[in-house]
């Protein structure tokens, strides 16, 4: 009685490992150009703990421990329409512009090809800029697209939707 439930179980394991795949591969989306033959898949949470790291650091504005995170000629796009080629560079366009208190909203992560490594992470944001002389104080939806590989930022494009004065 003992043999048949261990066959039973047995062959159950095995019946339903081999189910596992003939499960079509999990890929969304599509791409054009050279890449076209790809398609997008569900990245990891190893990316978005980097991005996540960072948004930490950036909050307590521990530039050098950020700079672990970042290649070093690290390409960010700013919503301001300023680019930057080096973490110095990038550090720099940030460091003298406005003060602003944000909120982490979303990330997640995706990558076109898991057998070579690098991983697109979207992350979201609501930003408070405070009033000045000059403005009243508003707030901006940003997205954030990073291209990670290996555990550091390769590129980072940030883009703002101004919202209404408060």
């Given at each position: 009685?003992?043999?048949?439930?261990?066959?039973t179980?047995l062959?159950?394991?095995?019946f339903l490992?081999?189910?596992d795949?003939?499960?079509?591969?999990?890929?969304?989306?599509?791409?054009t150009?050279?890449n076209?033959?790809a398609?997008?898949?569900?990245?990891?949470q190893?990316?978005?703990?980097?991005v996540?790291?960072?948004d930490?650091?950036?909050t307590?504005?521990?530039?050098e421990?950020?700079?672990?995170?970042?290649?070093?000629s690290?390409?960010v796009?700013?919503?301001?329409?300023?680019s930057?080629?080096?973490?110095d560079s990038f550090?720099?366009?940030?460091?003298?512009?406005?003060t602003?208190s944000?909120?982490?909203?979303y990330?997640?992560?995706?990558?076109?090809?898991?057998?070579i490594?690098?991983?697109h992470?979207?992350?979201g944001f609501t930003?408070?800029y405070?009033?000045?002389?000059?403005?009243?104080?508003y707030?901006?939806q940003q997205?954030?697209?990073?291209?990670?590989?290996?555990?550091?930022?390769?590129?980072l494009?940030?883009?703002?939707?101004?919202?209404?004065?408060q």
């Open positions: 009685m003992k043999n048949s439930i261990l066959i179980l062959a159950s394991v095995v490992g081999g189910c795949s003939n499960l079509p591969e999990r890929a969304i989306g599509f791409v150009g050279e076209s033959d398609q997008w898949h569900l990245g990891t190893s990316a978005i703990d980097v996540n790291t960072v930490e650091l950036w307590n504005q521990d530039y421990g950020m700079r672990s995170f970042f290649a070093d690290v390409v796009l700013r919503p301001n329409g300023i930057t080629s080096t973490f550090i720099e366009s940030i460091s003298t512009g406005d602003a944000w909120s982490y909203d990330a997640f992560s995706v990558d076109l090809d898991p057998s490594g690098g991983e992470v979207q992350a930003v408070t405070p009033a000045t002389d000059e403005r009243e104080e707030t901006n997205h954030e697209s990073y291209y990670v590989v290996d555990g550091k930022i390769i590129t494009s940030q883009y703002s939707i101004r919202g209404n004065s």
